[in-house]
């Protein structure tokens, strides 16, 4: 029985005691009051059995007219009493119950059983995702897209009702509960066959510390992605094996480096960890030479460091900087400290304080006082999407949607990470010829990244096929199942058998059962390819171009025939 | 002293004690048992069924079972008497009256169980 009912039995004892004793002292009355018969000679009272009867239709207030036989006045004047008692009884149980009803904490049992039974229930591998502000959020639509199913715990009770507004395709179990409480955790799935992996993106480091070391101890079998601000934390979560630790400023500042020294690697690798199926961002470029830094925060340290291993000269304002030769006081919105930090011939601005406004006003400043200046803005906060939108910084930095991309990119295709270690490898030319390809494929989104080892579980067909020992090359399978002339949209991007790794294989590469394939394309194309790998006809179709049933009657005429 | 343990164990005393009351006696003779006793003694086993509720524990759970027990052997009880006096009109004969108090007697099993229990639950608390 779960808790819900108790809770109901324990608080509705008074209420229950109180009526079993008023209806006991109007029974026992009733059976004692001598009655009246027809000639009007006294009677015998009722007896238990019609004293029972009365009070259950009178207590009720039900008020059912059949009276065994005409009362005496001595048991009109107890019914009367009766009637004034049991009706205080029954007010009192009800609103008992209704007070019961409403109350937070009943409520908030009710909502935690159906929510733990939701997810006991669940069919589906499923991630599950703690803190549901705006990083969780941006992965929980994400997840949505791509139909991949997860589970929410979220502190702030607000959150969770605006998720159910989301109107998200998939149906989601998402609870108001503290995500550091190791119950809450097993209660949201974390021991769960179907669980597969937990995302800590609270914004408090603290919690996400706590969150990771319990799915370390309670499920170790399954990765955490932790998000981590503070370097201690993020050296404490890796102390103890967390799989990924995202710090978004080092990650930012990182891809910032990368767009500097390589701005064709940094668009590609771009393409591929941005949220799937979004609008392109527009290409950066972000220039060598004088850059100024406004902010020498977590964020500020970050950048610097990276910036200056990339050759860059670099000028920090900060109200409480003065620790360096060349850096200012100030916070960088007024026109003089800029000055002062060599604007005019400056390439480049980062406005990277935790204050939005600031930010914006950094870089509007700047840009007026050097129209060529390159500008990064860091935005802190998603409901300020309109301001950073109107201005329209060169490159606008959101540690939210940073670590949201990075947990989409590393959850829906584990070999992308693979890829990512290889792409060193291109240089310019060839990163710049495959951001052309996946842009062509894509038509104005950005791809989806996914892989598919060649199994019987992940795709059947094909496997089969290559075990029977057919030669399959992968430029064979690209073509789209419903008109073979046609070539899907899918960019192959990585092969992985056994321990070798090739990068970008040909239209020409033989494949074999066992391989990993790694692809990026647009959704619906992943949805076709999947379908060829899977369904043995489309993959026959797709082969050799015979189009036929696969019925046992087709295949014998098929045999016939040849 | 704990007020609501005085109260609790009263009525599951008091609900075995009325019970009692009523079985003892000739089986058979409607004029040792009488209705009022086991009317008293329904209603205090109801009111010591309501006083168990909500208790999650396995001693709390075979509390109410047995309370649960003898309130179903005693609304038998009173429902046999019920038809009997007035709606086959037989009266109390002695088949009538010995099944009532058979009845209750079971009803008294379950509730010398309940009495078990609370005398095993005292001796079993060391403060």
């Given at each position: 029985?779960?808790?819900?009912?108790?809770?109901?039995?324990?608080?509705?004892?008074?209420?229950?005691?109180?009526?079993?004793?008023?209806?006991a002292?109007?029974?026992?009355?009733?059976?004692?009051?001598?009655?009246?018969?027809?000639?009007?000679?006294?009677?015998?009272?009722?007896?238990?059995?019609?004293a029972?009867?009365?009070?259950?239709?009178?207590?009720?207030?039900?008020?059912?007219?059949?009276?065994?036989?005409?009362?005496?006045?001595?048991?009109?004047?107890?019914?009367?009493?009766?009637?004034?008692?049991?009706?205080?009884?029954?007010?009192?149980?009800?609103?008992?119950?209704?007070?019961?009803?409403q109350?937070k904490?009943?409520?908030?049992?009710?909502?935690?059983?159906?929510?733990?039974?939701?997810?006991r229930?669940?069919?589906?591998?499923?991630?599950?995702?703690?803190?549901?502000?705006?990083?969780?959020?941006?992965?929980?639509?994400?997840?949505?897209?791509?139909?991949?199913?997860?589970?929410?715990?979220?502190?702030?009770?607000?959150?969770?009702?605006?998720?159910?507004l989301?109107?998200?395709?998939?149906?989601?179990?998402?609870?108001?509960?503290?995500?550091?409480?190791?119950?809450?955790?097993?209660?949201?799935?974390?021991?769960?066959?179907?669980?597969?992996?937990?995302?800590?993106?609270?914004?408090?480091?603290?919690?996400?510390?706590?969150?990771?070391?319990?799915?370390?101890?309670l499920?170790?079998?399954?990765?955490?992605?932790?998000?981590?601000?503070?370097?201690?934390?993020?050296a404490?979560?890796?102390?103890?094996?967390?799989?990924?630790?995202?710090?978004p400023?080092?990650?930012?500042?990182?891809?910032?480096?990368?767009?500097?020294?390589?701005?064709?690697?940094?668009?590609?690798?771009?393409?591929?960890?941005?949220?799937?199926?979004?609008?392109?961002?527009?290409?950066?470029?972000?220039?060598?030479?004088?850059?100024?830094?406004?902010?020498?925060?977590?964020?500020?340290?970050?950048?610097?460091?990276?910036?200056?291993?990339?050759?860059?000269?670099?000028?920090?304002?900060?109200?409480a900087?003065?620790?360096?030769?060349?850096?200012?006081?100030?916070?960088?919105?007024?026109?003089?400290t800029?000055?002062?930090?060599?604007?005019?011939?400056?390439?480049?601005?980062?406005?990277?304080?935790?204050?939005?406004?600031?930010?914006?006003?950094?870089a509007?400043?700047?840009?007026?006082?050097?129209?060529?200046?390159?500008?990064?803005?860091?935005?802190?906060?998603?409901?300020?999407?309109?301001l950073?939108?109107?201005?329209?910084?060169?490159?606008?930095?959101?540690?939210?949607?940073?670590?949201?991309?990075?947990?989409?990119?590393?959850?829906?295709?584990?070999l992308?990470?693979?890829?990512?270690?290889?792409?060193?490898?291109?240089?310019?030319?060839?990163?710049?010829?495959?951001?052309?390809?996946?842009?062509?494929?894509?038509a104005?989104?950005?791809?989806?990244?996914?892989?598919?080892?060649?199994?019987?579980?992940?795709?059947?067909?094909?496997?089969?096929?290559?075990?029977?020992?057919r030669?399959?090359?992968?430029?064979?399978?690209?073509?789209?199942?419903?008109?073979?002339?046609?070539?899907?949209?899918?960019?192959?991007?990585?092969?992985?058998?056994?321990?070798d790794?090739?990068?970008?294989p040909?239209?020409?590469?033989?494949?074999?059962?066992g391989?990993?394939?790694?692809?990026?394309?647009?959704?619906?194309?992943?949805?076709?390819?999947?379908?060829?790998?899977?369904?043995?006809?489309?993959?026959?179709?797709?082969?050799?171009?015979?189009?036929?049933?696969?019925?046992?009657?087709?295949?014998?005429?098929?045999?016939?025939t040849? | 002293?704990?007020?609501?343990?005085?109260?609790?164990?009263?009525?599951?005393?008091?609900?075995?004690?009325?019970?009692?009351?009523?079985?003892?006696?000739?089986?058979?003779?409607?004029e040792?048992?009488?209705?009022?006793?086991?009317?008293?003694?329904?209603?205090?086993?109801?009111?010591?069924?309501?006083l168990?509720?909500?208790?999650?524990?396995?001693?709390?759970?075979?509390?109410?079972?047995?309370?649960?027990?003898?309130?179903?052997?005693?609304i038998?009880?009173?429902?046999?008497?019920?038809?009997?006096?007035?709606?086959?009109?037989?009266?109390?004969?002695?088949?009538?009256?010995?099944?009532?108090?058979?009845?209750?007697?079971?009803?008294?099993?379950?509730?010398?169980?309940?009495?078990?229990?609370?005398?095993?639950?005292?001796?079993?608390?060391?403060?």
């Amino acid at each position: 029985m779960n808790s819900a009912f108790f809770l109901v039995l324990r608080r509705m004892r008074a209420p229950i005691i109180v009526l079993i004793v008023i209806y006991a002292i109007a029974i026992f009355g009733l059976t004692l009051v001598p009655g009246v018969d027809a000639e009007g000679k006294a009677s015998a009272p009722l007896s238990f059995f019609h004293a029972f009867y009365f009070i259950s239709y009178t207590a009720t207030t039900i008020g059912f007219g059949e009276i065994p036989v005409a009362f005496s006045d001595g048991q009109r004047l107890w019914v009367t009493i009766c009637i004034y008692l049991t009706v205080v009884g029954w007010s009192y149980s009800v609103v008992t119950l209704i007070a019961l009803l409403q109350d937070k904490g009943f409520q908030n049992t009710l909502i935690t059983n159906r929510f733990a039974r939701r997810v006991r229930q669940t069919r589906q591998d499923f991630y599950l995702i703690c803190g549901c502000g705006e990083t969780g959020g941006l992965i929980a639509r994400s997840f949505d897209h791509i139909g991949q199913a997860f589970v929410v715990l979220e502190k702030d009770e607000l959150r969770v009702e605006e998720l159910d507004l989301l109107d998200f395709k998939t149906d989601t179990p998402a609870l108001a509960a503290d995500a550091r409480l190791p119950d809450n955790l097993r209660l949201a799935g974390l021991c769960h066959a179907k669980c597969r992996g937990v995302l800590a993106v609270t914004n408090d480091d603290e919690a996400n510390l706590a969150i990771a070391i319990a799915v370390r101890l309670l499920n170790p079998d399954i990765p955490v992605i932790a998000r981590a601000e503070q370097k201690s934390v993020a050296a404490n979560m890796a102390s103890f094996g967390t799989d990924h630790i995202i710090n978004p400023y080092e990650r930012f500042a990182d891809s910032l480096a990368l767009a500097v020294a390589a701005p064709e690697r940094f668009r590609l690798i771009e393409l591929l960890t941005s949220l799937p199926e979004t609008p392109l961002a527009e290409p950066h470029q972000p220039p060598h030479g004088h850059w100024i830094l406004c902010g020498y925060g977590r964020f500020g340290h970050a950048v610097a460091e990276r910036l200056r291993n990339t050759g860059i000269r670099l000028t920090i304002i900060d109200p409480a900087a003065g620790d360096a030769d060349h850096d200012i006081i100030g916070d960088g919105t007024e026109a003089s400290t800029l000055r002062q930090a060599g604007i005019s011939e400056a390439r480049g601005i980062v406005a990277g304080s935790n204050n939005d406004i600031n930010n914006l006003s950094i870089a509007v400043t700047a840009h007026e006082l050097n129209p060529e200046l390159f500008v990064v803005a860091r935005q802190n906060q998603a409901a300020n999407n309109a301001l950073f939108a109107a201005y329209g910084a060169d490159f606008t930095v959101l540690p939210s949607r940073v670590i949201a991309q990075e947990c989409i990119a590393l959850l829906t295709a584990p070999l992308l990470a693979r890829f990512l270690d290889r792409v060193q490898q291109l240089d310019e030319a060839q990163c710049r010829h495959l951001v052309e390809r996946l842009q062509a494929a894509c038509a104005g989104l950005t791809p989806v990244v996914w892989d598919n080892r060649l199994n019987a579980a992940e795709a059947p067909a094909c496997w089969q096929a290559l075990m029977h020992g057919r030669t399959i090359e992968l430029g064979s399978l690209l073509a789209d199942a419903a008109d073979r002339q046609r070539r899907l949209p899918v960019v192959p991007l990585l092969v992985e058998r056994g321990t070798d790794y090739l990068l970008l294989p040909a239209d020409d590469f033989t494949l074999q059962a066992g391989d990993q394939l790694l692809f990026a394309s647009p959704l619906a194309a992943q949805r076709e390819l999947e379908l060829t790998l899977r369904n043995a006809n489309e993959l026959d179709y797709v082969l050799t171009g015979n189009d036929h049933s696969g019925s046992l009657l087709g295949k014998l005429l098929a045999g016939r025939t040849a | 002293m704990n007020l609501e343990k005085v109260i609790f164990g009263f009525f599951i005393l008091l609900a075995a004690t009325l019970n009692f009351g009523f079985f003892i006696g000739d089986i058979g003779n409607p004029e040792l048992h009488s209705v009022y006793e086991l009317a008293a003694a329904l209603v205090v086993s109801l009111i010591a069924t309501a006083l168990k509720f909500g208790d999650r524990t396995q001693i709390g759970a075979i509390h109410l079972s047995t309370s649960l027990v003898a309130d179903l052997q005693l609304i038998a009880a009173a429902i046999t008497w019920a038809i009997a006096e007035h709606v086959t009109g037989v009266g109390m004969t002695a088949h009538v009256t010995s099944s009532v108090v058979s009845l209750s007697g079971g009803a008294l099993f379950a509730n010398i169980v309940s009495v078990i229990i609370l005398i095993v639950e005292t001796v079993m608390l060391r403060r």
